[in-house]
């Protein structure tokens, strides 16, 4: 069974950095792409950022391209978003979530191509 526990999320001010965990289990995860998503109050989720199994194809949503940066570890099965430069419209719970791709090159953007998801972490950004 997968299991995706992410960490890290917190308060933060305007301008400040987070540094965002997601750590999966439960089988091996070759070929999986990972993503981040989130959701504000009252917003449907979106994406934030994805990456391949290598980790030489990563892709992010226009309003955090530039500020936010998405890494993965494959020996500790570990996926991490770094932000940068927070705004308070960051504001949200953000999930982490995999799936199988088949290669280790593909990686995806939408929701519906994400099987797996984590539990979410809160990050506030205050002004």
């Known amino acids: 069974q997968v299991q995706l526990v992410e960490s890290g999320g917190g308060l933060v001010q305007v301008g400040g950095s987070l540094r965002l965990s997601c750590a999966a289990s439960g089988r091996t995860f070759s070929n999986y792409y990972m993503g981040w998503f989130r959701q504000a109050p009252g917003n449907e989720r979106e994406f934030v950022a994805a990456?391949?199994?290598?980790?030489?194809?990563?892709h992010y949503a226009g309003s955090v391209k530039g500020r936010f940066t998405i890494s993965r570890d494959n020996a500790k099965n570990t996926v991490y978003l770094q932000m940068n430069s927070l705004k308070p419209d960051d504001t949200a719970v953000y999930y982490c979530?995999?799936?199988?791709?088949?290669?280790?090159?593909?990686?995806?953007?939408?929701?519906?191509?994400?099987?797996?998801w984590g539990q979410g972490t809160q990050v506030t950004v205050s002004s």
């Open positions: 979530a995999t799936d199988f791709g088949g290669s280790s090159f593909y990686l995806s953007s939408e929701i519906g191509e994400y099987k797996y």
């Open positions: 990456i391949s199994w290598s980790g030489a194809n990563t």
